[in-house]
């Protein structure tokens, strides 16, 4: 699976930007897909995600300001952030697992990355 994500800029805080990002090639055991962020000197952390059939989760240091959706005809899944912050600047990655089975018919989820976008916030 390949990832491309866009969206990404420099934006005042209170205002918002939209990702995107579209994942390509086999498609076989996509589940969830999502969105994590890396700030300088900090580990990198999930931001938001979205299973095949729509269940959301959220890090409470976004909730009620960032919405992820997802169209899984084109295989693409999409960030809405508002009333950004300061503290939201990041380098934001997107991040799809794909299910498998093993010899024995136990199932594994890999990881899947993008190659991040920038999100700048100015004070």
């Known amino acids: 699976v390949q990832l491309q994500a866009s969206g990404g800029g420099l934006v005042q805080a209170g205002g918002f930007l939209r990702l995107s990002c579209v994942a390509s090639?086999?498609?076989?055991?996509?589940?969830?897909m999502g969105w994590y962020r890396q700030a300088p000197g900090k580990q990198r952390e999930l931001v938001a995600d979205?299973?095949?059939?729509?269940?959301?989760n959220y890090a409470d240091s976004v909730k009620a300001r960032f919405t992820i959706s997802r169209d899984n005809a084109k295989n693409t899944v999409y960030l809405q952030m508002n009333s950004l912050k300061p503290e939201d600047k990041a380098v934001y990655y997107c991040?799809?697992?794909?299910?498998?089975?093993?010899?024995?018919?136990?199932?594994?989820?890999?990881?899947?990355w993008g190659q991040g976008t920038l999100v700048t916030v100015s004070s």
């Open positions: 991040n799809a697992d794909t299910l498998y089975p093993d010899y024995s018919g136990t199932w594994h989820a890999q990881k899947h």
């Open positions: 090639g086999s498609m076989s055991g996509l589940n969830v």
């Open positions: 979205i299973t095949k059939g729509g269940t959301t």
